[in-house]
């Protein structure tokens, strides 16, 4: 019997909507630097946000690759809205979607399906960032519930949140052992915002601090059961670090497109530069790269599908992905010359967003310091 | 109501290639999509399901890759698809191309309305929507971009002229030729797609012994045409700028005219 494949089958229509929908205004979108609203409502209609979770349970009933293709392909067109992809998909629900009560599903995870409620991942605070270990918002037992106090930074999507996912500190004698995420609607009293951070790149991503101050939050708002938070914490961290690779392999086919095209098209003593060797050297180190991140991005996907430890093969395909998205943009910048220094143009974009995939899953250091560790240093 | 819709699945890039050599397209790396105005078609019949209620059935003669073309069409909509697929229908012109789809509609047995788009992006003749209905003997109308109503035995449309429209009522069952009109084609939710991957699926493949056609009436056998040479057009017209007065200009303008036995 012939069937469609779904991977390729879900690709081409993504690329459809990437082609369509979003290439032609993302130049404006990033310039404009609002949160992408209506993209967002087309891509909730989509049932992409759902592609992680079981159609029996709100979701569209896709895995990780899929997900990830989906990432993928939405960057190749602005990687800020796939960043906000992710987070609505990923790690602003997740934990509500598998710790969360009942009437939470339907109070907060479905509308987040639909595209209606966005939310957040908090675990950066200003004094902490790699070392997670540090963070001081502490959630203090009371009757009936909990106490939150503390601040969180760099909190993506943070203005436009409607809930969030906020790692907090139990027991601080206990460092990473006494972490747990905690749910904290936006609307509750003593949670407040900071103003919009101007960033780089990822432009249309709104980011910002969120301050809790004597928050309390019910007993059923502990997502995370004693005990649990670090486990959760390295199952979900696997999996966005497969998630960052997939963003900058959208990335680097964005650059090495534009650089083919460019480099096909710019005359230079009377032949297109594509013709230089140097040239020619940027676009084919761009294409091994890119065809080496694939293979271990999917390879790290494939393994989290089968339910399989990841860990270190989806930070070693964030850290050669996002390094691969940072050589890519920088040289496509370079092929560009004068006109990749131009903000009409789309080289600088690129070059400004890649900066983004350098931070977000971790550091490139830390990963490299858990690389090292696994093979035995 | 039942309606049918006829599909293609093209490059889905303008800028196809060819090679110098064969003459035949270079299909790597360029991604099968459906062609435009058959989406256009699928997203008028899914529209119509919607507002005066319709099976949908599609129907695409292809390769077995053409399988992405349907399980699309199930994604936006439709309740079920057929590939014709069979080495005996390979290097159809339009003739023999529609007489297939047409014997696979006769087999499909009930339709009120067939929708086709205008003309594919890669062969652009815009013949095999109008052949389908002189093989159903059907009425047809082209190039429509609005269907007002379908009630008491009757469609009526809107159809596009160069410089304004027809309306025009017209008794079912009837084929009609889609252009793109107001409403964009939807996208498909990914849990549909992922529905028209599975087995169960709503999609059935037919050789050419299921619609009762021998290999000499379809493929190549069954078609009146050949394509005898593929070229991609050079472009060596250059223009050229006429400068001085407006008298200079004219007079030298007639001039080459005259020697290019223009006038
Ligand atoms: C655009 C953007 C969006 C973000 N969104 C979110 C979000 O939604 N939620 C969230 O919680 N966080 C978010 N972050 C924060 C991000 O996760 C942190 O920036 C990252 O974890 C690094 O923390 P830091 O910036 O405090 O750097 P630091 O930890 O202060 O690191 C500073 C430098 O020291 C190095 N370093 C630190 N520790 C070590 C070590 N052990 N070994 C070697 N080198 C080390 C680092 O590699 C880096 O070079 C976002 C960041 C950005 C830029």
Redesign the pocket.
Known sequence: MIRSNPEELIRKNIARFVDNEIIPIAQELDNKGEFPRDIFKKLSKMGIFGIRYPRHRGGSGGNTTLFCIICEEISRGLLSVA?IVA?QSL?GTNFLFHYGTGEMFEEFFLPAMRGEKIG?????????????GAITTRATEVDDGYLINGM???????PEASFYTV?CQTDPSKRLRGIGYFFIPRNLPGVSLSSR?Q?L??RT?P?CEVAFKDVFIPKEYRLTPEGEGLNAFLKIIAEIRAMTAALALGLQRAAMADSIKYANERMASGKPIGKFQLVQSKIANMATNLEASKLMTYRATAMIDEGKEALKEATMAKYFATESACSASDECTRIFAGYGYSMEYTAQRYFRDA??L?????????L??NIARWVGI | MNIVVLIKQVPGNSDVKLDPKTGNLIREGIDAIINPDDLQALETAITLKETLGAKVTVLTMGPPQAIDALSEAIGMGADGAILLSDRAFAGADTWATSFTLGKAIQRIGKFDLILAGRQAIDGDTAQVGPQVAECLDLPQVTYVFDIETVENGYVRVKRRLEDGYERIQCSLPALLTIIGGPVKPRYPEVASLLSACHAKAPIQVWNAADIGVTTADVGMSGSFTQVVKTFAPKFERHGELLEGSAVEVVHNLIERLKQNKLI
């Open positions: 960043s987070m790690m957040c991942f908090c675990m950066t605070e200003p004094d902490a960032g790699s070392d997670l969180k930074t760099w909190v993506t999507d943070g790692m951070f960033c790149g990822t991503t980011i900066r983004f350098l931070n977000g899953g971790g550091t490139h250091e830390v490299q310091c």
